[in-house]
């Protein structure tokens, strides 16, 4: 009997995370969601990019298992479960948004509603996952080992990476990151870069550490902005190059063009990367 | 108190596993990332190929309004490659040979799908002939 009760209520706690899931992948999601170019990439989206996205995305949300979740967890076993219960929520929440704004028809190719239904996957299961510690996560134990596994560096770039991604995903699809490439000249595009590397700065040194993790014993100002400011602008960088080149915004752009664009799309995926560790 | 019933939860759940529900949401979320992965994957070895867009226009409904008649104009994208900017023309031949020409523009007609445009026409397309064609697209 006493194990029946615990049951029920270990499975009520679990509805209620699902709940708060559901909750961060819209919250998450709504931004794409209501954005034209994304149910567009939907359709002409290269499939074989998209799969690998979607692949590297799940490797995400395994990851951030680790670090949040809407459930604490102790094994891979339990991410993998959790990572799975978030790219169903993410799912599910997607095309329930699309067809409540007639985004989504029953006269569309399977194509077509499977493609804006994966394109809009990657924000809300990143929300659906990270939706526990947003929505009145508790601390307890495993909150602490969790903690300590933040501490790694391995694990700092990790983050990076997924924040970084997240918010290069928000706006890459749109026009206007090739636009403002055209309208900036090359000392905009310097000034943008030093800009997002100042910025990144502040947030690792700043805000970074508040109640966050400790600053590295003895560590200097030099340190600290090789290992994670630099390191996260390089993270930066890469994930925003990869993004491009997933939307397929590289096609037939020369090489100055591209150094432009990926500085651009640097700037929001740096804020990313130095966010995610106060976030998730 | 809390804390405690806390620490006995988490044993708990060293001991039984997770929750059953927690089971359910994560075969639903498998069976929806097979789906979606299978549907992208399938499309990933079709491919579209070297296909360019192929646009096939018809004429739907015409319906009289005060502004003129509209003709409906079905587009059917035989390829699975997306058109973009989609340029469309009806041309309407009367008896006497004049011809009036109406124009619009559809900005996505995606691979195996099919869009509606509508065109306007001053005089009654039920009672002369009247073309549709696909013009051109840009590639997205």
Redesign the interface.
């Given at each position: 009997m006493a194990s029946q009760a615990a049951n029920e209520h270990s499975n009520r706690r679990y509805a209620v995370g699902l709940a708060r899931a559901f909750g961060g992948a819209i919250i998450f999601g709504l931004p794409n969601l209501m954005t034209m170019e994304m149910w567009f990439l939907g359709f002409y989206l290269d499939r074989p990019r998209l799969l690998l996205f979607l692949i590297v995305n799940f490797g995400i949300l395994v990851g951030l298992s680790r670090f949040s979740g809407f459930e604490e967890t102790a094994s891979f076993k339990e991410d993998l479960l959790d990572a799975l219960a978030a790219y169903g929520v993410g799912v599910i929440a997607s095309a329930a948004v699309l067809s409540i704004c007639g985004i989504l028809t029953p006269d569309m190719s399977t194509s077509e509603i499977m493609g804006k239904i994966a394109v809009q996957s990657v924000p809300t299961s990143f929300g659906a996952m990270i939706a526990r510690k947003q929505m009145g996560g508790t601390e307890d134990q495993e909150e602490q080992d969790v903690a300590e596994r933040r501490a790694g560096y391995a694990w700092q770039l990790f983050l990076m990476v997924a924040g970084a991604l997240f918010l290069a995903f928000n706006l890459a699809p749109t026009e206007e990151m090739i636009l403002i490439g055209f309208k900036m000249t090359p000392r905009h595009s310097i000034a943008l870069v030093l800009a997002s590397i100042v910025i990144l700065h502040a947030f690792v040194y700043g805000v970074g550490f508040a109640g966050q993790e400790q600053a590295p014993e003895g560590s200097g100002f030099w340190r600290l902005f090789v290992f994670y400011t630099i390191a996260g602008y390089g993270v930066a960088l890469l994930v925003s190059v990869y993004v491009l080149w997933t939307f397929g915004r590289m096609e037939g752009a020369d090489l100055g063009q591209i150094v432009s664009m990926t500085a651009v799309l640097a700037f929001p995926a740096a804020v990313g990367a130095a966010i995610a560790r106060l976030v998730v | 108190m809390a804390?405690k019933a806390?620490?006995r939860?988490?044993r708990?759940?060293?001991r039984?596993g997770?929750?059953?529900?927690?089971?359910i949401?994560?075969?639903?979320?498998?069976?929806?990332?097979l789906?979606?992965?299978g549907?992208?994957?399938w499309?990933?070895v079709k491919?579209?190929g070297a296909r360019p867009p192929a646009i096939e226009a018809s004429i739907g409904a015409i319906t009289p309004t005060p502004a003129g008649y509209v003709v409906e104009v079905e587009l059917r994208n035989r390829s699975?490659a997306?058109a973009?900017a989609v340029e469309v023309e009806g041309e309407l031949t009367k008896a006497d040979g004049t011809v009036a020409t109406s124009t619009t523009t559809v900005d996505?007609v995606?691979?195996?799908?099919?869009r509606k445009a509508g065109l306007f026409f001053q005089d009654d397309p039920r009672r002369h002939r009247v073309d549709v064609r696909a013009l051109g697209f840009a590639e997205?």
């Amino acid at each position: 009997m006493a194990s029946q009760a615990a049951n029920e209520h270990s499975n009520r706690r679990y509805a209620v995370g699902l709940a708060r899931a559901f909750g961060g992948a819209i919250i998450f999601g709504l931004p794409n969601l209501m954005t034209m170019e994304m149910w567009f990439l939907g359709f002409y989206l290269d499939r074989p990019r998209l799969l690998l996205f979607l692949i590297v995305n799940f490797g995400i949300l395994v990851g951030l298992s680790r670090f949040s979740g809407f459930e604490e967890t102790a094994s891979f076993k339990e991410d993998l479960l959790d990572a799975l219960a978030a790219y169903g929520v993410g799912v599910i929440a997607s095309a329930a948004v699309l067809s409540i704004c007639g985004i989504l028809t029953p006269d569309m190719s399977t194509s077509e509603i499977m493609g804006k239904i994966a394109v809009q996957s990657v924000p809300t299961s990143f929300g659906a996952m990270i939706a526990r510690k947003q929505m009145g996560g508790t601390e307890d134990q495993e909150e602490q080992d969790v903690a300590e596994r933040r501490a790694g560096y391995a694990w700092q770039l990790f983050l990076m990476v997924a924040g970084a991604l997240f918010l290069a995903f928000n706006l890459a699809p749109t026009e206007e990151m090739i636009l403002i490439g055209f309208k900036m000249t090359p000392r905009h595009s310097i000034a943008l870069v030093l800009a997002s590397i100042v910025i990144l700065h502040a947030f690792v040194y700043g805000v970074g550490f508040a109640g966050q993790e400790q600053a590295p014993e003895g560590s200097g100002f030099w340190r600290l902005f090789v290992f994670y400011t630099i390191a996260g602008y390089g993270v930066a960088l890469l994930v925003s190059v990869y993004v491009l080149w997933t939307f397929g915004r590289m096609e037939g752009a020369d090489l100055g063009q591209i150094v432009s664009m990926t500085a651009v799309l640097a700037f929001p995926a740096a804020v990313g990367a130095a966010i995610a560790r106060l976030v998730v | 108190m809390a804390e405690k019933a806390r620490r006995r939860e988490s044993r708990r759940r060293a001991r039984t596993g997770q929750p059953l529900l927690e089971w359910i949401a994560a075969a639903i979320g498998l069976l929806l990332t097979l789906a979606v992965l299978g549907a992208l994957g399938w499309e990933s070895v079709k491919g579209s190929g070297a296909r360019p867009p192929a646009i096939e226009a018809s004429i739907g409904a015409i319906t009289p309004t005060p502004a003129g008649y509209v003709v409906e104009v079905e587009l059917r994208n035989r390829s699975s490659a997306t058109a973009a900017a989609v340029e469309v023309e009806g041309e309407l031949t009367k008896a006497d040979g004049t011809v009036a020409t109406s124009t619009t523009t559809v900005d996505y007609v995606p691979g195996d799908s099919t869009r509606k445009a509508g065109l306007f026409f001053q005089d009654d397309p039920r009672r002369h002939r009247v073309d549709v064609r696909a013009l051109g697209f840009a590639e997205p």
